[in-house]
């Protein structure tokens, strides 16, 4: 059974920095893909960054380029999502999502597995 464990949220001023964490286990070679997706109350779920573990390459979202980076360490299975000059338009619940296939932008529907999520407000 697939888990996934995020940390790493919390409240930070524009411009500031955070470094979310998903510790993952159960994962088989079914799930290729481990992803960031986030949702803010009133807007679509966006997947904002993902990263392959097949081969390592990593996806973003255009919102983010430039300003978030994902990254494995794959000894303790954790996935990092480090996020740099955050705006508040970035503030949303953020989740981890392991799934077959990355994917990146505006989605919809059910899929993959899901953490429970971590809180990431960007305010002044």
């Known amino acids: 059974q697939v888990q996934l464990v995020e940390s790493g949220g919390g409240l930070v001023q524009p411009g500031g920095s955070l470094r979310l964490s998903c510790a993952a286990s159960?994962?088989?070679?079914?799930?290729?893909?481990i992803g960031w997706f986030r949702q803010a109350p009133g807007k679509e779920r966006e997947g904002v960054s993902c990263?392959?573990?097949?081969?390592?390459?990593?996806y973003y979202a255009d919102s983010v380029k430039g300003r978030f980076t994902i990254s494995r360490d794959n000894a303790k299975n954790t996935v990092f999502l480090q996020m740099n000059n955050l705006k508040p338009e970035d503030t949303a619940a953020y989740y981890c999502?392991?799934?077959?296939?990355?994917?990146?932008?505006?989605?919809?529907?059910?899929?993959?597995?899901w953490g429970q999520g971590t809180q990431v407000t960007v305010s002044s």
């Open positions: 990263i392959r573990s097949s081969d390592g390459s990593t």
């Open positions: 159960g994962i088989t070679l079914d799930y290729d893909a």
């Open positions: 999502v392991a799934d077959i296939a990355c994917v990146v932008g505006p989605v919809v529907g059910d899929f993959g597995s």
